[in-house]
């Protein structure tokens, strides 16, 4: 079963509560996503390091419930 926007988003939230989320369905057909995530716990990380920040919030269902995920991570100004 495909992963929902509110899904991605509740996860995220949870494991970067201050984090400000936009996701888009790329597709349409709400198994191809696009996520902008603007988090300060970003700040001084590579952005590998941030991708997996918001990654590891998905528990593990990237390429499973959620097939497609594409992530831009932004540090506040």
């Given amino acids: 079963m495909a992963m929902d926007a509110s899904e991605i988003e509740r996860r995220i939230k949870a494991a970067l509560p201050d984090a400000e989320i936009e996701i888009r369905d790329l597709a349409g ?8 995530v603007k988090s300060e716990q970003f700040r001084g990380k590579t952005r590998v ?6 990654y590891d919030s998905l528990q593990g269902d990237m390429g499973g419930a959620l097939h497609a995920l594409a992530l ?4 506040p100004d």
């Avoid at 057909?29 to 902008?36: E, I, L, Q, S």
């Avoid at 390091?49 to 918001?54: N, P, Y």
């Avoid at 831009?72 to 540090?75: D, H, L, M, R």
Wanted: charged share 15%; no cysteine; glycine share 6%.
């Fill in 49 to 54: 390091q941030q991708h997996k920040l918001v």
């Fill in 72 to 75: 831009q991570t932004v540090v």
């Fill in 29 to 36: 057909d709400g198994d191809h996503w696009a996520a902008t």
